[in-house]
């Protein structure tokens, strides 16, 4: 075990670890008998934005060495595989030979347990929910002792704290799951550009339920009657009767090349109100008007992203971060409000998209829950960032919505049994498992999630 | 924990009945500080300060006894105050006493009392302190030197070496310290209107507590290492840096 300065994908609040790096899940167990006195998480690619996979002065377990696949059905698409496994490395197996993960975010640079631990969700939410109800069972490394946990059964309880409960409950060391059969790896893309957040809206409660991916680019920059300008693409699976003949022939291939990176020592300020605004002009001009049926590639429609190697530090040394809410259905004015307020500010920058969310699962700290989430990135540094960010979600919690624990990284502590009004039911749980209290990482101290003792 | 934002929700202040530490206490509790240790002399002024922390909305507020002139007694009063408190995410050294030039100058001992008031013990509380925030793994140490410090003047030489030699101790700690977690966050008044300073006549550029409270709050919050109050104070010193001797030891103020 090595000492490690860690931050999460923002590169703010760092803090000091000693890194176990497992190789075989065997050795998990290990990790729990002499539990460090200031607590043990779990760490997959470091893509949570704060402070999720972090915990100052114990030890943080890095379980990317964890990284086989065990058993794949390649008839029913049932997969198991070791938590450390990376999305990337799941689609650059199994596109090929016709499946697709259930669920995918903006970047395939996510393990599998980390996946499940922040029950992340895609553009299909609306439709598909969000990963665990994909995933069929668990290997969980409590303090307790390991236990094989399953969404129904004796231990759906303790999965359901899993799913959202951000490595708090155990490391998950391996994961079943159902991918999705796919014809070929490419997205059949309906484009249209929205004029302001009225019209966006409409078109998406109109139509989304006629695809499975649906997801909007917001020019947070755009004022008055342009408020809420958006580009908005939608779309599914393509079949192979859908590709030209001449594509036919690779309909699967699916081989994202090794990406251009960003170097380190990246000026403050690069993304300023100038170049957002103009990248913000072109992204929205370029966008065709209406465009029906054409064909993407996997990694172009769902992450575009990683194209460009640690794009983290393009936001320079003070980092950035994710600020993303979820609204019920209902508390459109609040959703309003709260992108007139950002857009305002001038601070955002372009990454900001908008999405319908559809009901909520089981797990009480998952975020996804039926209505509308607004994601923005957002350069540390304004002064008044702090105290704008609180006013929001003073006004997020009071109409029921949430933020998203996964990308958090300043929410105020007592806001959380609010937003997540089953927390004291998934402390019980996880009560059960870590008596005592080995388990915790940053976020846990920040937000007191695991409760006093 | 300090948050992306770096609003430490747990606080200690080593010389707490310091008016800028004060107004310091002020800004961390209006933003995410519940958690306020005051440590220092038993004084009026440090339980006034305490009801003041309360009053505010922090939750759980104590005072602790800390003479930073009894060396021996430092590290075990610092290790009480993590042990006893848990985690800290920002501890603020506020021990400071301006001294009386003329008469400092006319007796050594009382000179080197305002040495260790102001430097030998406060150095010895800061890397007590870190040594406490690099087992943690994070946490920020923020120090009030003084633009004093930054190059000494005859008409307060006394004052000011004892800032020097805590700069320059601090600057070393904070480099030390990277890699670790923590890190330190030196201040740099310049004259600033207060108990302390009262009857003193106002040098240029003077400022109250609570603007330096805000400059403090801002270099945590940008990440900086040192930060100057009033902010322009660190173009002037620029000057001053390099001013010829002849000329600066005429500088009054």
Not at chain 1, 234 to 246: I, N, Q
Not at chain 2, 245 to 251: D, K, P, Q, S
Request: hydrophobic content about 45%; glycine content about 10%; some cysteine.
């Amino acid at each position: 075990m090595a000492p490690e300065l860690l931050t999460g994908w923002g590169r703010t609040a760092p803090s000091r670890a000693d890194v176990a790096r497992p190789h075989h899940r065997d050795q998990v167990p290990d990790l729990m008998e002499l539990p460090p006195a200031r607590g043990l998480i779990a760490r997959g690619l470091g893509r949570s934005y704060g402070d999720a996979a972090q915990c100052a002065g114990g030890t943080v377990v890095d379980v990317t060495g964890l990284d086989r696949v065990r058993q794949a059905d390649l008839t029913s698409g049932h997969v198991r595989v070791e938590a450390g496994v990376s999305l990337d490395a799941l689609l650059r197996a199994f596109v090929p030979r016709g499946w697709f993960v259930p669920v995918t975010p903006g970047t395939r640079h996510v393990t599998v347990g980390g996946a499940l631990a922040a029950d992340i969700h895609g553009k299909n939410h609306h439709r598909d929910g969000a990963i665990a109800s994909h995933v069929t069972a668990i290997d969980l490394i409590t303090p307790t002792g390991p236990r094989s946990v399953a969404p129904s059964g004796p231990e759906a309880e303790l999965y359901w704290a899993t799913a959202g409960g951000m490595g708090l409950t155990g490391i998950i060391t391996e994961v079943s799951i159902s991918l999705l059969a796919v014809e070929t790896s490419r997205i059949r893309v309906d484009t249209e550009r929205l004029a302001n957040l009225d019209d966006l809206m409409a078109a998406m409660e109109e139509g989304d339920k006629a695809y499975r991916y649906s997801v909007a680019w917001v020019d947070c920059l755009a004022k008055g009657r342009s408020l809420g300008r958006s580009v908005l693409t939608r779309g599914d699976h393509a079949t192979l009767a859908e590709l030209p003949a001449k594509q036919r022939a690779t309909a699967r291939a699916f081989d994202p090349q090794v990406p251009l990176g960003v170097p380190a020592g990246m000026p403050n300020g690069l993304l300023n109100l100038a170049t957002v605004r103009a990248f913000n002009e072109l992204w929205f001009r370029k966008a065709p008007k209406r465009q029906q049926g054409r064909l993407q590639s996997l990694t172009a429609f769902f992450h575009p992203l990683d194209a460009v190697g640690s794009w983290n530090l393009l936001y320079g040394s003070r980092g950035f971060l994710q600020y993303q809410f979820v609204v019920p259905f209902g508390a459109e004015e609040t959703l309003r409000a709260c992108v007139e307020r950002l857009s305002r500010t001038g601070w955002v920058s372009s990454l900001a998209v908008l999405k319908r969310f559809g009901p909520a699962d089981a797990g009480p700290l998952s975020f996804p829950t039926a209505g509308w989430t607004l994601a923005v990135d957002i350069p540390v540094g304004p002064a008044r960032l702090g105290r704008l960010l609180d006013d929001l979600d003073q006004e997020i919690a009071g109409c029921g919505g949430r933020v998203y624990l996964a990308k958090d990284s300043r929410l105020r502590p007592e806001l959380v049994a609010s937003m997540y009004p089953l927390l004291d039911k998934w402390r019980a749980v996880r009560d059960r498992v870590d008596p005592d209290r080995v388990l915790c990482s940053d976020l846990a101290r920040r937000l007191d999630l695991v409760g006093p003792p | 924990m300090n948050d992306s934002l770096s609003s430490p929700q747990s606080v200690l202040v080593l010389g707490g009945s310091s008016e800028i530490a004060r107004a310091v206490v002020r800004e961390l509790v209006g933003r995410r500080a519940r958690r306020v240790v005051l440590a220092g002399r038993p004084s009026a002024q440090l339980e006034a300060a305490a009801d003041e922390a309360r009053s505010l909305g922090a939750t759980d507020v104590a005072t602790v006894t800390l003479d930073v002139t009894d060396l021996d007694g430092i590290p075990g009063a610092i290790d009480e105050v993590f042990d006893t408190h848990g985690d800290i995410d920002l501890a603020l050294m506020a021990v400071g006493v301006l001294g009386d030039q003329p008469a400092d100058e006319a007796d050594p001992a009382a000179a080197a009392g305002v040495l260790a008031t102001n430097f030998t013990g406060p150095a010895a509380a800061c890397l007590a302190v870190a040594r406490r925030l690099r087992s943690q793994g994070h946490g920020i140490l923020a120090v009030l030197s003084s633009v004093a410090g930054e190059r000494v003047r005859r008409d307060n030489f006394v004052y000011g070496s004892s800032k020097a030699g805590l700069d320059g101790f601090c600057q070393g700690l904070g480099d030390s310290l990277v890699g670790t977690g923590a890190r330190v966050l030196i201040v740099r008044p310049g004259f600033v209107h207060t108990r302390m300073t009262t009857g003193l006549p106002p040098a240029p550029l003077s400022t109250t507590a609570s603007q330096v409270a805000k400059v403090v709050l801002r270099g945590l919050e940008t990440g900086a290492e040192v930060v100057w109050a009033p902010p322009a104070l660190r173009w002037l010193m620029v000057l001053g840096r390099h001013l010829p001797r002849a000329l600066w030891r005429r500088i009054p103020r």
